[in-house]
C-alpha cells in the first residue's frame, strides 16, 4: 500500500517572488480578465491549479464578449460580467500560492 503524501507528485511553486505575484495579480486586474484563463493556463501546467480553472475563465470571459457583440448589450450586462469575472480572477491570482511549502 503506498502512502499519497510520499508519492503524490512534486507541484512547482507558483510566483517566485513577491514582485512576480503582484505583477500577476495587475496583468489580470488592468486587462479586465481577459488574460485570465491564459495565465491560469500556465498555472495549471505548474499544476497548482486544475485544468479546469482556464477553461471555466475562458468560457466565462469570451463567450460572455462574444455572446453580447451577437446579441447586443441593451442593459450593459456584459461589462457586469467581466468586472465581477475580473474581482474573482484577481482575487484567485492573489492566493493562488499561498500554501506552497519548501519541499513538497
Known amino acids: 500500500m503506498s502512502n499519497p ?3 503524490a507528485p512534486i507541484h512547482a511553486r507558483m510566483y517566485a517572488t513577491t514582485a512576480h505575484k503582484v505583477i500577476w495579480v495587475v496583468v ?8 485570465a484563463p491564459p ?4 498555472a495549471a501546467k505548474k499544476r497548482a ?3 479546469l480553472v482556464p477553461v471555466v475563465y475562458a468560457v466565462i470571459i469570451y463567450g460572455s ?8 448589450n441593451p ?5 457586469g460580467v467581466l468586472a465581477i469575472t ?4 484577481s482575487v484567485h491570482a492573489a492566493i ?3 500554501d506552497w511549502k519548501p519541499g513538497r
Open 5 to 7: 503524501y510520499i508519492t
Open 28 to 35: 489580470v486586474a488592468a486587462s479586465a480578465g481577459l488574460l
Open 39 to 42: 495565465l491560469f493556463y500556465i
Open 49 to 51: 491549479i486544475s485544468m
Open 65 to 72: 464578449a462574444s455572446l453580447g457583440s451577437l446579441v447586443g
Open 75 to 79: 442593459k450593459n450586462w456584459v461589462g
Open 86 to 89: 475580473m474581482i474573482v480572477a
Open 96 to 98: 493562488l500560492d499561498t
